[in-house]
């Protein structure tokens, strides 16, 4: 059990403090009046919108917000529906994470019929157990969540049922995954290629979550600038994202099959690091010309896209990077940006967004964009140099070229991947299961 424990109950009891929800009030901010009463102290909640699940969601939020620090938090839920009684637990249930000690241990969700909402909230529970792993492998200092200590702790998904597979240095060598093996050679611990499997149970192609897992990034020889570095531990939340919703899934029992495939390394700096000017031979047998060391996660993930392609033969593809920051300056911390070759897939993964509150854009490639990757001693240039330029488009257009004719979808979480007090949002694990809910659990689907 990740976070704090929600426990259903019928009727509430002496000593239990309780948010209380007076329904939909329609306005632009949550109202709040806080009540001691002979139960305990009650806070009286008005929700700001109409009655919607994110309403919900919101005031389960503002909640544990405003009830402040307790170890136990009962919600009285009574008289409303199922689907709105689940939101507000699942509101409450992801704002009393915290990266360290979380003081919520349990909270209380009062509802008129626990056996009606027990299902629903199993579902929901699932998905938020996915967003707090991915929260908490964010959270991680850089010295802690090394590249292998990140795979040691995907061993324990193994006791959900999900096959885990780790390819080191040495396998990664064998296969030719040159651009992987480039970006972690000047760090201690190794690169790892981590391969995740749910089965699920249709006898389909699974769907793959491609994330990238830089566990700490100094940009390499092409070194950041000293402000905002201590940041970049949270340069492996794609990858993070990604084994969340693999979690989520399994924590349903998913009938789908799925796979992620997380390229995970340090970009640092040593005297093996490589360097502006070389040229690697990826996985998948194209050259590139490095230009940036500081542009490493477009690298590892051609590596780990070609081999979630060919290797894991997926339906869809859809890959989350913190990749670029000309997305935080396109969309700022509101929205992350989506590219990809398949219109379907794009507007199937921003639906799946709106309904958790994980917001996508769509972005563009263009043939422009391709072009400007045009090396003289390579198939291609990794990114370009110069000011103004569409570094978030250059980097799908090089995406695309290693997705090959694989429905895929390309997520830059850059922007959105902290919240406002800098804490990590998991976003991207709630938003992938819930795809996979809508469109890739039909037996009939092709």
Not at 166 to 177: D, P, S
Not at 187 to 202: D, T
Not at 400 to 414: N, Q, V
Request: glycine content about 10%; proline content about 7%.
């Amino acid at each position: 059990m990740i976070g704090t424990e929600v426990r259903l109950r019928p009727a509430p009891k002496p000593g239990v403090p309780l948010a209380v929800p007076e329904g939909s009030g329609g306005s632009d901010t949550t109202e709040c009046r806080d009540e001691l009463t002979p139960e305990g102290r009650v806070l009286w909640l008005a929700s700001p919108g109409h009655g919607l699940a994110l309403d919900w969601e919101a005031l389960g939020r503002h909640a544990v917000a405003k009830a402040g620090p307790l170890p136990r938090l009962g919600l009285d839920a009574r008289g409303l529906a199922p689907a709105a009684a689940v939101a507000f637990a699942t509101g409450a249930a992801l704002a009393a994470w915290q990266p360290r000690d979380t003081m919520l241990k349990r909270l209380d969700l009062v509802v008129d019929q626990p056996a009606a909402v027990a299902p629903p909230w199993a579902r929901a529970s699932a998905a938020v157990q996915g967003a707090l792993f991915a929260r908490q492998l964010t959270a991680l200092p850089g010295n802690v969540l090394h590249p292998a200590a990140f795979a040691e702790r995907l061993q324990d998904l193994a006791g959900h049922g999900i096959e885990v597979k780790l390819l080191g240095a040495a396998r990664l060598r064998r296969l030719g995954a040159g651009a992987l093996l480039a970006v972690g050679a000047g760090a201690r611990h190794g690169p790892r290629l981590a391969v995740l499997r749910w089965p699920g149970r249709l006898a389909t192609r699974p769907v793959a979550f491609v994330g990238k897992g830089i566990t700490f990034d100094t940009g390499g020889i092409s070194i950041k600038p000293a402000e905002g570095m201590e940041r970049m531990t949270s340069d492996m939340a794609g990858a993070a994202a990604c084994a969340g919703a693999l979690l989520a899934m399994a924590l349903r029992h998913s009938p789908a099959p799925a796979v992620a495939v997380l390229a995970i390394a340090e970009n640092t700096t040593g005297a093996t690091s490589y360097r502006p000017g070389d040229v690697l031979r990826t996985l998948s047998g194209r050259t590139v010309e490095v230009v940036d060391t500081d542009a490493e996660g477009r690298l590892v993930l051609a590596d780990a896209l070609h081999y979630a392609a060919t290797r894991c033969r997926p339906r869809a593809m859809l890959d989350l990077a913190t990749l670029t920051g000309a997305m935080v300056t396109a969309l700022g911390t509101h929205r992350a940006g989506i590219f990809g070759n398949n219109a379907a897939l794009q507007g199937q993964a921003v639906a799946a967004g709106e309904q958790v509150a994980e917001r996508l854009w769509p972005m563009p490639i263009g043939q422009r964009h391709r072009d400007d990757l045009a090396s003289d001693i390579a198939d291609l240039k990794q990114c370009c140099t110069g000011r103004l330029l569409p570094d978030a488009s250059h980097a799908a257009a090089f995406l695309r070229e290693f997705a090959g004719p694989t429905p895929w979808a390309h997520l830059d979480i850059a922007g959105t991947r902290l919240d406002d007090k800098g804490l990590p949002t998991g976003f991207g694990a709630r938003l992938l299961d819930r795809l996979v809910e809508l469109h890739f659990e039909d037996p009939d689907r092709p």
